[in-house]
């Protein structure tokens, strides 16, 4: 019997974090081993945890809430509980900034996390995985910025002519959002108001397959042209983040 997907991501956190140098793998320690079953039992999703390849300082995160009225119970309870009171300061220890955060929505329906048979490893199993390199999995999000109001047509024209570019040179779209522009419903946590996004979330098995990818867009005329006619509304560049999944993240 088939299952229906398990979508994640009704309200999503993109949260990238600014670390104190060095302090990374002990900060990855901490979260992998404390925050991730204890926030996922207050009503959260865990969705997944990266290393930045191209920032030795930068942890990135994403955490998804079946509604805004959830997100505010469940961070209530997680930050005003006894984990992140027992491990705030060993963890607040770590960073310089947690603030750089962006709060999304699914930019078209069935454009969520789908975590349908997703399992992720315990911590002892992943203590074990002492190879970092060995780890399987590959995630690039593509952060794209807009004029206001521009996002719903960016994603149809996205999922229309982008997404068939990217399953045609290896890529597996993971995920798709868009800005979502409700009032913070967590002020103790600080979001990037007035930002107008369109995410795309791509998953590879390996480095050596998200290199393979990057040379065939390049070499791709199908794809310059979406990229000439989709960019063109954008405000600024756009950000590119190459991550690799912790032991225990789920995305991958």
Not at 24 to 31: G, K
Not at 33 to 48: D, L, N, S
Not at 165 to 191: D, K, M, W, Y
Not at 199 to 206: E, K, L, N, Y
Request: aromatic share 10%; proline share 6%.
């Amino acid at each position: 019997m088939n299952r229906p997907p398990r979508y994640a991501s009704p309200v999503v956190e993109l949260r990238q974090y600014t670390l104190k140098p060095g302090q990374r793998e002990t900060l990855i320690a901490l979260f992998d081993r404390e925050f991730v079953e204890t926030q996922e039992a207050t009503g959260m999703t865990v969705i997944g945890q990266f290393r930045d390849l191209d920032r030795p300082n930068m942890f990135v995160w994403l955490r998804g809430f079946e509604s805004m009225e959830t997100r505010k119970d469940a961070l209530s309870a997680f930050y005003g509980g006894p984990v992140w009171a027992a491990h705030r300061d060993a963890a607040n220890a770590t960073m310089i900034d947690s603030d750089d955060v962006l709060l999304l929505k699914p930019a078209w329906q069935g454009a969520g996390f789908d975590l349908s048979g997703s399992k992720r490893p315990t911590t002892a199993e992943a203590q074990s995985m002492s190879d970092r390199s060995r780890l399987p999995g590959f995630v690039e999000i593509s952060i794209h910025h807009l004029r206001p109001g521009a996002e719903a047509g960016f994603a149809e024209r996205f999922q229309a002519e982008a997404v068939p570019q990217l399953a045609a040179n290896g890529a597996r779209l993971l995920g798709a959002f868009i800005s979502e522009h409700c009032e913070n419903t967590f002020p103790r946590l600080p979001v990037r108001a007035g930002e107008n996004v369109f995410i795309a979330v791509a998953g590879f098995d390996d480095g050596d397959s998200h290199a393979g990818f990057q040379t065939a867009l390049a070499a791709s005329p199908a794809w310059r042209a979406v990229r000439e006619t989709h960019w063109a509304g954008s405000t600024k560049p756009a950000e590119t983040l190459r991550l690799t999944p912790t032991a225990r993240s789920l995305l991958r």
